[in-house]
């Protein structure tokens, strides 16, 4: 119930689900980041919280302008060995298959159909188009969200063998908590699919799907003989990647953001946007470490570009977290 | 205080304001919408609110559900003898007029520098989107901001002579407040100019901006040596009207709402699309009936069509307000 009430208080709240369990927990400890190792990252964060949220503060934040933006794949879950929503789009390719013999003999699809990775990512940028547009239209909106919320129900990890929301970040998720407890408003500004994150994102970190921004497909409206339908076209409309997040942030949110977490230099944009922010602000960057709880990758990765972000990070001083030394448990499932 | 607690327990609080004064009454008092006239269109309303909030009732709808979107020209306030961001464009145009001599002699400008509403209007679509993306770009996004904010703080209505937030309809705000008191998570949805309406309306209206949703210029990210602006582009991006209304709708609140408020044939879609929640649902209709107080107008307006809105409206019960019967007061400045 404090979880209820407190989201009632903070946000449109989540009810009934892992992360309302867990924010019970956060908040009646006396540690709101019991995952993470006590040092000069796990300082920075409640250090910085306190000072912006303290009445008379020489840096007090008014609640209205406490805009947080956490990026999703390898920030709030993993995101190895590849992006969650593409094993997504091969799932739904395969099961759309049937009703597409000729795919049997056709790249992207042949690959995907004999779960050749390899294969896949020879299709390069094109063929992964391909693949994500016809995997996420042909459908309304209504349609798609049940497909995703059974898939992410059911599907589990190729090497993990679990849930993909077994694989969200408890360190993270305790951080979102603890943000919105204190009065910040938490966005999720994300590479991957507005549509894919809304189905599950709200249940499972309790950020309400107005509150989720990410790349989307052209939509139109169907008044459908009085039984209206959205339905999702297979055109990207918008990539919100790079320069794309301060781009969507401003559309989306309308402020820039007093607090931004990210992993990759597709976030660097946004980092650099919260960075420029006049009110005393806190960009952190999770650098993979830990080869053995996760994965650890540094500069290079095929989840796309590392280097500059982290270089950047390092440079300006924001919070570079080292997952393998700073958290005490990774997964949301590590007991 | 009590709107700053209130506030902080439903949404973003917009402090000091107008309508910060004004929820303190309306939440003091045992009639939650005292503009109102008794009648069936007040009763409708509340009775509604109680219904789907009412823990047990067989209509009850979960806090995350509870969406109401509100039509902003001629629903919040209104929008005679034009749409009042047209008088913004115009005085924008008139004061960026010295950088440009050739506009004395060309149209649209010349129109507009000659304050020629009728040769304006004859510039058409064409004429009337060149004068609003030029008086709309070429600026960042704080830049924008603060123009808007200095022309809603000085600038006068052309007949009425008073400051335009002066024409904010009390009965529509007293609305507002009263679903946001009861739970609802409030959102603009106009086909106005988002930036614009951003500058102004989170604190007039306490809706915050990213509940604000309207038509958009297309923007870009600038690095800008480290001090990173977003730049408006004299290109429409988006046009928040019509079957635009619905497909804004899912992609920035991604729930269908359960309460929706317009007033001409640009929010039928909208109307309709709420109309098919299955939730139990309200639509209301501002008919503009009065003649001596606002204007008076009914199926044909040089503001746009409303003969589609007005006659679905009448054939499928939704709540059609009269404002010269329903309402007490009419502006937010009546006494």
Redesign the interface.
């Known amino acids: 119930m404090l979880f209820i009430s407190l989201s009632?208080?903070k946000q449109?709240?989540?009810?009934d689900t892992e992360s309302g369990k867990e924010i019970t927990q956060v908040n009646e400890s006396s540690d709101p980041l019991p995952s993470w190792n006590d040092g000069p990252n796990k300082e920075a964060i409640i250090n910085y919280v306190k000072d912006v949220t303290t009445d008379g503060s020489a840096n007090f934040i008014?609640?209205?302008d406490r805009i947080a933006t956490f990026d999703n794949d390898g920030t709030l879950w993993s995101e190895q060995p590849a992006y969650f929503q593409l094993f997504f789009a091969m799932d739904r390719i395969k099961s759309l298959s049937a009703d597409h013999p000729e795919w049997k003999n056709k790249q992207p699809y042949k690959a995907v159909l004999e779960n050749d990775m390899n294969a896949l990512m020879q299709q390069g940028e094109k063929g992964l188009m391909e693949i994500v547009m016809v995997s996420h239209s042909g459908v309304t909106?209504d349609e798609f969200d049940t497909i995703v919320k059974d898939w992410i129900a059911t599907a589990k990890h190729p090497t993990k063998n679990v849930p993909y929301t077994d694989l969200i970040f408890k360190p993270m998720l305790e951080l979102v908590k603890y943000l919105q407890a204190n009065?910040f408003?938490v966005?999720i500004v994300s590479g991957g699919g507005?549509?894919f994150m809304?189905a599950w994102a709200?249940g499972v970190y309790g950020i309400?799907?107005?509150?989720?921004v990410g790349s989307?497909n052209k939509?139109?409206?169907d008044?459908n003989n009085?039984?209206?339908v959205?339905r999702i076209l297979p055109q990207l409309e918008f990539m919100d990647d790079k320069?794309?997040k301060?781009?969507a942030i401003?559309?989306?949110?309308?402020?820039k953001p007093v607090f931004a977490a990210g992993n990759s230099d597709g976030d660097l944009?946004m980092l650099?946007?919260a960075a420029?922010n006049s009110y005393k602000n806190f960009e952190l960057y999770v650098h993979h470490t830990d080869s053995i709880r996760e994965w650890a990758y540094d500069r290079e990765s095929h989840i796309g570009k590392l280097d500059k972000g982290l270089d950047e990070a390092s440079q300006k001083g924001w919070t570079v977290v080292n997952m393998k030394e700073d958290w005490n448990k990774v997964y949301n499932s590590d007991k």
Chains 1, 2 share one sequence.
């Open positions: 009632a208080c449109e709240p989540a009810k008014p609640i209205a909106t009065d408003k966005f507005l549509s809304r709200e309400p799907k107005n509150q989720t989307s939509t139109e409206f008044y009085g039984n209206p959205i320069e794309g301060p781009v401003n559309k989306f949110i309308g402020r944009q650099q946007y420029s």
